[in-house]
Structure formats: C-alpha cells, structure tokens
C-alpha cells in the first residue's frame, strides 16, 4: 500500500522545545516538500528537497530545519525560534518527471 | 508576493447547483495548473490539473476552464452533492524540472441539501 505516512497526527508542545514531525513516502519520489497550512492562508512552503543530502529554504523557512537522509524521509523540526508555530503541517512528495503532488494526512502541532 | 489569486475565500451552493471558483495568476512562465481537494483534518488530494494548451478540461462533474490571455482558470463542480463540501485549492508551477507549486488561498465549498 503506497503512499505518504506523517506521525504524530496531533502534537503538543511547550514553549521553548523542539519538536520533530515525521514524514515517510514509499513512492520512490525524488521530491519532497513540507507546507504550513493556516486557516485563510493557503499552504505555504517551509522547506523542499530534490534530492537526498540537499534541501532548499521555501517561502517560511525562519524557526524550521530538515534532513534528507534516505529517499523516503524528510523530518521537520520546528525550532523554538518558530514565533508561532500552532498549525497543520503538510508532507508532500513528487516524482522526478511528474508535475502532481501527493499530500500525507497532516500532523496538527499545539503549543501549549 | 502572492502570485495566484483565488476568489470567493468562501461559497455556499444548494445541492445541484454549479459552484464555480476562480484563480488568476502572474507569472506567465507557469504551465500547469491544478486543483487540489481538502477535507477537514485531511491532506489535499488532487482534483484535476490542466496544461495552458488546452481550454476546458473535464473529469467527471469537475471542470477546469483556462483562459490564457487572462492569465486565470476556474473549476466548475456540475450537479454538485453535499460530499463536495470541502476546501478546494487552485496551484500553479513551471511544467518541468523540479519547480514548486504556488498555491492559492483556497475556498471553503458548502453544498446544502
């Protein structure tokens, strides 16, 4: 069974901890992408990667680090330097030579 | 810099109606253009997509319209059911090499009964 696995589903967190979203894709897609979705906002590109060991800065990519160690994962951490991170975040992935991209479930992160 | 505009931000249709939601965008080197589907607590899920070599594709009850001189497209949701309620989301990338997709706003779609 294909496709785009994020864990936890719903996260809490303190202020001033980081925290670790998962993302894993058994797709064998090159591609893979971490959103931000805010009610009224759209989804927002926080960090994308082409490649393993090689990752580019989307358009909110301040207080959020990543990795691209192995093909299928692509972990999120959001850093205490996030200002306001309660939001859902998106896992997406994309194979080389096709343009659609395809979303996991979503991890929910409350800081409490 | 928001390039693709998406409007209404939220609509309500009764139950066999046609909601139509537009985006226009800027950047006249993108080439496809797709429409995503989200449901409460979900992951988008794509809808359609079209390529600016057509004008009017359609899949099923979803319709996508392309209008390239004005830089903007729409969907179309013929005979719409209560099950389409959900948030639909326009996006816009280059066709090719690893580009990223600029999404739209979205819009929040009710179908009443």
């Known amino acids: 069974d294909g496709g785009i696995t994020q864990s936890p589903k719903y996260l809490f967190r303190k202020e001033g901890q980081n925290v670790t979203l998962s993302c894993e894709q058994n797709l064998n897609h090159d591609a893979m992408y971490w959103y931000r979705q805010d009610p009224g906002q759209g989804l927002r590109l926080i960090y994308y990667s082409q490649i393993v060991n090689d990752f580019q800065k989307g358009d909110i990519a301040e207080g959020y680090s990543v990795s691209r160690e192995k093909k299928e994962s692509f972990p999120l951490t959001v850093t205490s330097a996030q200002k306001n991170p309660t939001a859902f975040y998106l896992c997406?992935?994309?194979?080389?030579?096709?343009?659609?991209?395809?979303f996991g479930p979503g991890t929910r992160l409350t800081v409490l | 810099q928001q390039q693709v505009k998406q409007s209404p931000q939220s609509l309500i249709v009764q139950k066999g109606g046609i909601p139509i939601i537009n985006c226009a965008y800027e950047?006249?080197?993108?080439?496809?253009f797709p429409w995503y589907q989200q449901f409460p607590g979900k992951g988008p899920a794509l809808l359609i997509a079209i390529r600016p070599d057509v004008s009017e594709k359609k899949e099923g009850r979803f319709t996508i319209s392309f209008n390239k001189s004005a830089k903007q497209f729409s969907l179309h949701i013929m005979d719409s059911q209560p099950g389409d309620s959900a948030t639909y989301f326009c996006a816009a990338s280059k066709k090719t090499g690893n580009e990223k997709l600029t999404f739209g706003t979205g819009t929040r779609l009710t179908i009443i009964p």
């Open positions: 950047n006249t080197a993108f080439d496809y």
């Open positions: 997406a992935s994309r194979g080389l030579n096709d343009n659609e991209q395809f």
